[in-house]
């Protein structure tokens, strides 16, 4: 791969010892100037210098300045938004997962508090195990609060958050078969997805 | 006409932009639609784990700058191919004891060491173990170890995809393969450009800014996966 480099001795660094220190120094001030400036505000939203939010990094972990993007639905939405309706998907969203055999799978919606998420779900079939619960934004703990437990082949209702975080659904499936589940809602959100 | 710290200024600029332009599409890790893949679909899937495994390394910016941190100084193949060898190695074993194995290790740690290998082997290209140590550690048993850190890291990213026991050994030395054919692919480019790098005189004025700068980037990788480690 590299046999003409062979004339060509390996250069090695030799540094002294103060100017080894400088170099090390800096790499570590550079290091720390980008986490602070960049990696933190974009990565954790953590923005001790205001830096990241002016270059508009902040935007990935605060979901309330997530333009609404009205998901692919089967109904189309007749009205446009108004600014009152931000954040409020008044056509229903249909989503389709697959509850794989032995397996559970949590589909979650990222809402505010006091949010309202209507919804309807129906299985290909067989009934799966659920809980319906939410877990509060920012929590490390793993605290979560359940609206509904049960087993059933299909469910109806809605819900008004009681804090902001990702709200939804974990079904499993403890049979040997792939379950479909259908999803339709409808209400107020900023993201879907599996979790 | 530079001095060492004029490069040094000029390379942290360039390093500067292109973190700050690129850094969401650098996104390491699964993405949403492998994950919904891996969800989906259970049993023997040899080329989708083969290819997720290629698609980590060669987008895995932690073990690319590993590798150019390892190689920066070796200009005979054969020690190329050694060292290579040694990293692969280390990570093969722990991420097939580590899936296998079950064995929990916290994402996040394991990262910080990886960043911390990246400042490891800056500093000694640097010649910095030279000031401290009597006897600077053995390179290759280095790089074997911390090969090791970074299978730890690999089974960390399969591990949080649960995947389920049905064809996992299969799966698993796939993703084992795609490793390293993505370490391949990613090495071929890296050896074509330093090596034409090397050529130049450039390459010798600009050693200390690019090994400094290496390990900035292993202090940023590590201030990072605290954070990480802290927040959550």
Same mark, same amino acid.
């Given at each position: 791969?590299?046999?003409?480099?062979?004339?060509?001795?390996?250069?090695?660094?030799?540094?002294?010892?103060?100017?080894?220190?400088?170099y090390?120094?800096?790499?570590?001030?550079?290091?720390?100037?980008i986490l602070?400036?960049?990696?933190?505000?974009? %990565?954790?939203?953590?923005?001790?210098?205001?830096?990241?939010e002016?270059?508009?990094?902040?935007?990935?972990?605060?979901?309330?300045?997530? @333009?609404t993007?009205?998901?692919?639905?089967?109904?189309?939405?007749?009205?446009?938004?108004?600014k009152s309706?931000?954040?409020t998907?008044?056509?229903n969203?249909?989503?389709?997962?697959?509850?794989p055999?032995?397996?559970?799978?949590?589909?979650?919606?990222?809402?505010?508090?006091y949010?309202?998420l209507?919804?309807?779900?129906?299985?290909?079939?067989?009934?799966?195990?659920f809980?319906?619960h939410?877990?509060?934004?920012g929590?490390?703990?793993?605290?979560?609060?359940?609206?509904a437990i049960?087993?059933?082949?299909?469910? %109806?209702? @809605?819900?008004?958050?009681?804090?902001?975080?990702?709200?939804?659904?974990?079904?499993?499936?403890? @049979?040997?078969?792939?379950?479909?589940?259908?999803?339709?809602?409808?209400? %107020?959100?900023?993201?879907h997805?599996?979790? | 006409?530079?001095?060492n710290?004029?490069?040094?200024?000029?390379?942290?600029?360039?390093?500067?932009?292109?973190?700050?332009?690129?850094?969401?599409s650098?996104?390491?890790?699964?993405?949403?639609?492998?994950?919904?893949?891996?969800?989906?679909?259970?049993g023997?899937?040899?080329?989708?784990f083969l290819?997720?495994?290629a698609?980590?390394?060669?987008?895995?910016?932690?073990?690319?700058?590993?590798?150019?941190?390892v190689?920066?100084?070796l200009?005979?193949?054969?020690?190329?191919?050694?060292?290579v060898?040694?990293?692969?190695?280390?990570?093969s074993?722990?991420?097939?004891?580590?899936?296998?194995?079950?064995?929990?290790?916290?994402a996040?740690?394991?990262?910080?060491?990886?960043?911390?290998?990246?400042?490891?082997?800056g500093?000694?290209?640097?010649?910095?173990?030279?000031?401290f140590?009597?006897k600077p550690?053995?390179?290759?048993?280095?790089?074997?170890?911390?090969?090791?850190?970074?299978?730890?890291?690999?089974?960390?990213?399969?591990?949080?995809?649960?995947?389920?026991?049905?064809?996992?050994?299969?799966?698993?030395?796939?993703?084992?393969?795609?490793?390293?054919?993505?370490?391949?692919?990613?090495?071929?480019?890296?050896?074509?450009?330093?090596n034409?790098?090397?050529?130049?005189?450039?390459?010798?004025?600009?050693?200390?800014a690019?090994?400094?700068?290496?390990?900035?980037?292993?202090f940023?990788?590590?201030?990072y996966?605290?954070?990480?480690?802290?927040?959550?």
């Amino acid at each position: 791969m590299s046999k003409q480099q062979q004339p060509n001795t390996p250069p090695v660094i030799t540094l002294s010892k103060k100017s080894l220190f400088k170099y090390t120094l800096m790499s570590i001030v550079f290091a720390i100037f980008i986490l602070l400036t960049i990696v933190l505000p974009a %990565e954790y939203n953590i923005d001790p210098t205001g830096f990241g939010e002016k270059l508009g990094l902040t935007v990935f972990n605060n979901s309330t300045n997530t @333009s609404t993007t009205t998901p692919s639905s089967q109904e189309a939405s007749p009205t446009s938004l108004t600014k009152s309706d931000e954040g409020t998907n008044k056509a229903n969203t249909v989503i389709n997962v697959t509850v794989p055999a032995g397996r559970g799978i949590e589909y979650k919606f990222t809402m505010e508090q006091y949010q309202k998420l209507s919804y309807q779900w129906h299985t290909d079939g067989s009934a799966l195990y659920f809980d319906l619960h939410g877990e509060p934004k920012g929590d490390t703990t793993g605290y979560f609060e359940s609206y509904a437990i049960a087993t059933l082949q299909s469910m %109806e209702g @809605s819900f008004t958050t009681p804090f902001a975080g990702v709200h939804g659904w974990y079904w499993k499936n403890t @049979s040997d078969k792939p379950v479909e589940v259908q999803l339709t809602v409808k209400g %107020e959100y900023s993201k879907h997805a599996l979790k | 006409m530079f001095n060492n710290f004029q490069r040094y200024l000029l390379l942290s600029i360039t390093f500067f932009l292109a973190v700050s332009l690129s850094f969401e599409s650098l996104a390491h890790g699964v993405d949403e639609a492998t994950r919904a893949f891996l969800l989906n679909n259970t049993g023997v899937q040899l080329m989708p784990f083969l290819y997720i495994g290629a698609k980590h390394m060669i987008t895995g910016y932690d073990h690319l700058l590993f590798l150019v941190a390892v190689i920066f100084f070796l200009y005979k193949s054969r020690d190329v191919l050694l060292y290579v060898s040694m990293f692969t190695l280390g990570h093969s074993l722990t991420l097939l004891i580590g899936v296998l194995g079950n064995i929990e290790v916290n994402a996040y740690l394991i990262d910080a060491i990886i960043g911390l290998s990246v400042v490891y082997k800056g500093f000694d290209n640097l010649g910095g173990f030279k000031h401290f140590l009597v006897k600077p550690p053995n390179p290759k048993l280095a790089v074997l170890i911390f090969g090791l850190f970074h299978g730890f890291g690999l089974a960390s990213k399969l591990q949080e995809l649960q995947l389920a026991q049905d064809g996992l050994l299969a799966n698993l030395i796939a993703f084992n393969i795609g490793v390293e054919l993505g370490q391949f692919t990613a090495l071929a480019f890296i050896l074509i450009i330093i090596n034409y790098w090397r050529k130049h005189s450039s390459f010798k004025r600009f050693a200390i800014a690019t090994n400094s700068i290496l390990m900035s980037a292993g202090f940023i990788l590590i201030g990072y996966q605290l954070t990480g480690y802290a927040i959550n």
